[in-house]
């Protein structure tokens, strides 16, 4: 129902505000008997409903045209409130200060509250600061060497979101201080008024889930106090709670399983070990064991398949690889949806990052006057004595019995730059020949990389066949080669197996006579969404967690790791079925 | 003359619509709560209300109290020698307030509306309406119970609010709904609640908490189940009841010539009731959530029910709002009169000409369905909503549904109500079955059309779209399928059990309360009760008015000397 049909069914006139609505409402509600007819009733809070909201909309200010605001720089995943000034700011406005972690840029000068600094560092004593009598919002803010016992919200999430130390899990020292200030945390929340407690509740439980499994000894406290099983399997689950649910589900089968008396027992201690199983093990165990454990793992608690080293479970044959739908990549398809939404969360992530990446990885090509697409064409007039060596330079580049002629029928925009780009190698001297051809292929790949992106799907595909088997070769390299070439296409200098040229010089041939190598206008879509069971393969594959696989989408990240999800990605996306894998691969 | 009844887990009260305005009806004890209680002499006399609840104490074997609780259920309660159903305990309770009735306005009243607890589900629902019917009453409407007390909250002035939220604990149910009022319409816009949280468990969490305390030996377990549970209780809500308004109460059970007592403090009894404490929360968030308001647009939050009255819950509401809780409405009689203007509405009386109400449907409603995964396999159980949980009321809605195999048969439908994906974790309602013509997989299929009146009831519709077969369901209970002339009867049953007569109903509260003192006492104050009972039923045996009322007086302020004044 649109505004204006609304309007027209409450008997108004447009621009009517929200009292006039509420007013005419009233009288058709009165005058009508809602028993004897519940869909002409249904239609008029309908339209009642839409007129107020558009009438709501208009009276509104109009909002700021500001862009999305920037993610923290100092630590982009930590959740607003985090850096929040304590209970003070929401005691009197009656609201969040939402956005306050985005102007503080540097955690280590946190204004806190004056009366938090001598605060000993007992969880009771830090809530009774977080607690605190109001302080002055005007109050002199106090940057001294401020001992953050007193935040346990602060050294929470420093403990957790530790870079450095790549999620492995905490110490018992460690664990100790995590349990302790999420104690005082959780019973901030329980006696908190409902936002404040609806905050604490979304701040933890985004916390908990980006840096998982580091997090994993703080679930069950966390799920206990805030209620989170209740909602499991309800159809307004939070996703980020179901995502959480899901692990603290596998958390206890795997408690239960490691005691002696469970009947699986033994195949999960048989199937956790490293190396293949020989004779004795297999007589120890029942095979009908192993199956069953392995289909119930990936059938309930998927994320548990980690701890069985994948030869071991080849080592127990087919039947147990299989009994479930298939190993590896694919297994994670039909995991069901509290799986796969529990991504939901990184899928909005990974939005605003793949332009990151985008930026970045594909300055516009129909520029011309790129860096990356080498010199103008404009000046480049070929010198006849060096037509061999231009046609060796085709037959490399596109293989045998290709001479630069049926480059220029073809494209002959592409044969120009082709050209130019011998002529500047060979005019710039001290190279041989394999040097010099070095320069056009160079100049090919990108173009393949470019334009494959926009070309059709086959096309597009097989590019990023290609592309994968370069960056294995890029990989074995070192990290930071493969991360240039994923971002850049260039692996110049970089040895290439026969077998990986020939895939290329017959992709690079066949786009030519396509005719799609050239500037071709079309434009590749600038976003993707990626669906949570791809980020879940990422993850299970690059054995990263969820949070460093956000920073690589981001755009940031070391190169290592770079190498790894965006070439996990690409190779998860390839073999996607849905819709969203053709954005991803165009986009990336 | 439509009587509006707040038929509670605890009391009940009655109340109707007169002179323009709603007026609670007093009982024979010139009190405006009947406990909810039924009990059964051994000489078949019954019971009802405070007689009734002093005799739990006495005779715990054939006395019931909370059976809202068992509401729709199959569970049957022994009394005596005979089982009741509890449709049957609350027809009885029903009657008792039609009784005060007739005696307050002259007439016997015919129809009703009963109020429900929100979160009551479709079967709940039908055998409150089956107990009205037993009571000899045409239940004109059932109405929610938040609702009623918003009706309450809101027509005691003609201004437009601000949303509000009702916060109604009673003594076995939790309701939560959040209502706007503009121009004369009373509007709910969501409800939520927990119809297994009351003042009943709060007792039952002091009472675990203190019971090995008082009796580290154990000496109550040889005692009778029914007998212990009713001495606990009873001591719990003695001590709850005075933790209301002191910082320690003593926690008191009599075991023959011993007391066992113990001290428990206010802080202590928090602690007892930490979980139900935080159970609070839950139906809160998700009727804010529901209808996407911020805490921050709630105007007041108003409370209702017997069991707001603790600090301790206070204490929880103020923590969870930021702010006090406005108590303008009495917590037990909200209700109640909420229920008689809203009987007032259905006589169309002219004062309320001006005032409508709109209430939703606080739970989804829906049947089980197949559902292709992403392998293209069936799943099966997959529930799948018609109507949305707060959905305004009445609301008919229709989903089409398609056979799944090849020359399927029919189709069956079984009807669920709840919030769970799957079906297995809703309640189960119902079925329906029709016959669909041999098609094609997907070529064959019907309309599922639900109807969810004003008094919250469903009705289920199929139509086949091939053959134009329709089958109609009302959903109900297996052991609710009753025919007229089974309800007849059982009305009949129920009419013929022997009460007092009306006028004699102090003295029989009286005796009841005083034998209940008795067994609170030992030793030498016991004798002296005793005493003074004795001295009682001397003046009753005398049959003259004058003297049994003197005597009345008498041993009511010797009783409240004794013990305090009376539960109630």
Known sequence: ?588 | MIVGIDLGTTNSAAAVWQDDAPVLIPNALGEMLTPSAVSVGSDGTTYVGAAALDRLATHPEATATSFKRYMGTERKLRLGKKEWRPEDLSALVLRALCDDAEAFLGARPTEAVITVPAYFNDRQRKATRHAGELAGLTVRRLINEPTAAALAFGLQDQEDREPFLVFDLGGGTFDVSIVEKFEGVVEVRASAGDNRLGGDDFNTALAVRMKPLVDPDGRLEKLDARQREAMLHRAAETARRQLSSEDKATFAVVLGEDRLAAEVTADQFEAACEDLLRRLREPVVRALRDCAFDVAELGDIVLVGGATRMPVVRKAITRMFGRFPNSSVHPDHAVALGAAIQAGLLSRDAALDEIRIADVCPFTLGVDSAERDSRGVYQHGIFSPIIDRNTPVPVSRVNNYRTVQDNQKELLFNIYQGEAREVSANIHLGAIKVPVPARPAGEAGADVRFSYDSSGLLEVDVTVHETGVTRNLVIAGEAEVMTDREVAARREALAKLKFHPREDAENVALMARAERVYEDFVGEERRMIGQWITDFVGALDSQDPRRIADARAVLQSQLEAASGPSLL
């Open chain 1, 1 to 588: 129902m649109t505004p204006a049909a609304a309007l027209k069914r409450l008997g108004l006139a447009k621009g009517a505000d929200v009292a006039a609505i509420r007013k005419a409402y009233a009288a058709l509600f009165k005058a009508m008997d809602p028993d004897a007819d519940p869909e002409g009733y249904a239609r008029l809070r309908q339209a009642r409903d839409v007129a107020l909201r558009a009438a709501k909309l208009a009276a509104a200010p109009p909002p700021p045209l500001v862009e999305e605001p920037e993610a923290p720089a100092a630590e982009p995943s930590a959740a607003p409130w985090l850096y929040a000034a304590p209970a003070v700011t929401l005691a009197e406005a009656g609201e969040m200060p939402l956005l306050i972690a985005g102007q503080i840029e540097h955690p280590e000068v946190v204004p806190p509250a004056p009366q938090a600094i001598h605060a000993p560092a007992t969880p009771d004593a830090a809530l009774r600061a977080l607690a605190g009598p109001p302080v002055l919002a005007t109050a002199e803010p106090v940057r001294a060497d401020v001992s953050y016992l007193a935040r346990p919200d602060v050294d929470l999430a420093r403990l957790l979101h530790d870079d450095e130390a790549d999620l492995a899990p905490l110490d018992d020292a460690g664990e100790t201080f995590a349990q302790r200030c999420l104690a005082a945390l959780l019973a901030e929340a329980a006696t908190a008024n409902l936002t404040r407690h609806a905050q604490i509740e979304d701040w933890v439980a985004d916390l908990l889930a980006e840096t998982w499994p580091r997090s994993a000894p703080l679930l069950r406290p966390a799920a206990e106090a805030f209620g989170w099983e209740n909602e499991r399997g309800q159809i307004t689950e939070r996703p980020s709670i179901a995502w959480l649910n899901a692990r603290l589900r596998g958390l206890r089968f795997q408690d239960k399983v490691a005691e002696p008396d469970h009947p699986l027992h033994k195949a999960w201690a048989e199937l956790t070990r490293t190396g293949s199983a020989n004779m004795i093990d297999k007589l120890r165990v029942k095979r009908a064991d192993i199956n069953q454990l392995l289909e119930g793992v990936r059938k309930h608690f998927p994320e548990l398949e980690h701890h069985f080293p994948r030869e071991r479970v080849v080592s127990w044959g087919d039947g147990a690889a299989k009994s479930g739908s298939g190993f590896g990549v694919f297994r994670l398809f039909g995991t069901g949806f509290t799986f796969n939404a529990g991504y939901a969360i990184s899928i909005f992530v990974g939005l605003q990052i793949l332009m990151a990446v985008l930026r970045m990885a594909a300055p516009d090509p129909t520029g011309g006057h790129d860096p990356l697409f080498g010199p103008p064409t404009t000046t480049a007039t070929a010198d006849p004595a060096y037509a061999p060596l231009r046609d060796k330079a085709v037959e490399e580049v596109f293989g045998k019995g290709k001479t630069i002629g049926w480059l220029r029928e073809k494209q002959a925009s592409l044969a120009t730059n082709f050209e130019s780009h011998i002529e500047s190698a060979r005019s710039a001297g001290g190279r041989d020949e394999a040097g010099i051809i070095s320069d056009p292929l160079e100049y090919v790949r990108r173009r393949v990389y470019y334009d494959g992106r926009a070309a059709d799907v086959q096309t597009l595909r097989e590019m990023t066949k290609v592309r994968l088997a370069l960056y294995e070769v890029a990989r074995k390299e070192d990290p930071d080669v493969c991360s240039h070439f994923l971002e850049t296409a260039d692996l110049t200098n970089i040895p290439v197996p026969e077998e990986v040229r020939a895939q290329e010089r017959a992709l690079a041939a066949r786009m030519v006579d396509q005719g799609v190598l050239a500037d071709s206008g079309e434009t590749v879509p600038k976003q993707a969404t990626i669906p949570g069971a791809l980020i879940g393969q990422v993850i299970k594959v690059t054995d990263l967690p969820e949070a460093r696989v956000r920073v690589v989408l981001k755009g940031e990240g070391q190169p290592a790791e770079r190498c790894a999800v965006i070439g996990s990605l690409l190779r998860a996306a390839l073999k996607w079925p849905g819709k969203e894998a053709v954005d991803i691969l165009r986009v990336m």
